[in-house]
């Protein structure tokens, strides 16, 4: 009884909102921390940065033992991918810096305890997974685009070659040209070369540049917004606001409504069955 009472009074420390604005403030202090090794300091000063990484390693490690014992069950932290994500970049950050060949290793590590900011800000949370699940569709369309890139490519490289062999020598160069010409890099430049020996190749440029520029990377753009509103959608019925969690609360509880009609149906239809009408009296 006692450990679920400390269970339940650590768990309610972790979700107090000062609590998570002193994690927010650790964390964005950890990379100021970072930032503040790459400058030439004298030793006084370089004492104090390890004095406060250590500090920042403590704290966080003591961050999240207390999540772990928050949880009912002690695997039940390990279920959901942020709390492995924090796990990791916790533990790597326990790798000492001094005295130890592998000192740019451990310090390359602790640059990434900026990115618990993602996994403590709920809407940065919503963003990375949107993002990792456009991605399945978004290779598609980079598949796609690969495609007119190779064909273009092949285009370029058979008719410019002989033009300028440094950015038409083949169809790899000619690929990266072509990048050079979806970015808007100084394109023009390519453009007026051509167009010196073949005035009507600016056909060639504006055709890939509306496939590319336009068309992919609007459906792109797409795919992001589309997959974004439903992860906000999915957040906001875990918190119980928003537009989306009113309609949840409302279709669940028109189920409901439903299912206790059918069996309010059902207990009257047997009621008939064991009860049956009675007959009129012949008179």
Do not use: C
């Not at 930032?35 to 000063?45: E, F, H, K, Q, V």
């Not at 390693?57 to 492995?84: H, S």
């Not at 590590?109 to 699940?133: H, Y």
């Not at 569709?137 to 490519?153: D, E, K, Q, W």
């Amino acid at each position: 009884m006692a450990s679920e009472q400390l269970k339940q009074q650590l768990f309610k420390f972790h979700q107090n909102k000062l609590f998570e604005f002193v994690v927010i403030g650790i964390i964005i202090f950890s990379a100021l921390v970072t930032g503040a090794r790459t400058y030439n300091i004298d030793s006084t000063m370089t004492g104090v940065v390890a004095w406060l990484d250590m500090f920042i390693t403590v704290f966080f490690l003591a961050e999240i033992l207390i999540r772990l014992a928050a949880e009912p069950r002690f695997f039940d932290f390990f279920k959901k991918g942020w709390n492995v994500f924090d796990f990791i970049i916790v533990t790597v950050s326990l790798i000492p810096i001094d005295g130890n060949d592998s000192v740019l290793l451990a310090r390359l590590l602790r640059i990434f305890r900026v990115l618990r900011l993602i996994s403590v800000i709920p809407e940065l949370r919503v963003l990375i997974n949107a993002l990792i699940k456009a991605l399945p569709r978004m290779g598609y369309i980079v598949l796609l685009m690969f495609i007119i890139f190779y064909i273009y490519a092949a285009i370029g490289s058979t008719l410019f070659e002989a033009i300028n062999p440094v950015l038409w020598g083949d169809i790899s160069i000619s690929m990266l040209t072509l990048f050079r010409v979806a970015t808007f890099e100084d394109w023009t430049d390519v453009m007026y070369e051509t167009m010196a020996e073949y005035p009507f190749s600016w056909i060639f440029y504006l055709s890939f540049i509306f496939f590319t520029a336009f068309i992919f990377l609007n459906m792109m753009i797409g795919v992001i917004l589309n997959v974004m509103q439903r992860e906000q959608e999915e957040y906001y019925k875990e918190i119980g606001e928003g537009e989306a969690a009113e309609v949840h609360w409302i279709k669940e509880h028109t189920i409901q409504m439903e299912q206790r009609l059918e069996r309010i149906e059902s207990l009257l239809l047997e009621n008939r069955i064991k009860r049956p009408a009675e007959q009129p009296k012949d008179n």
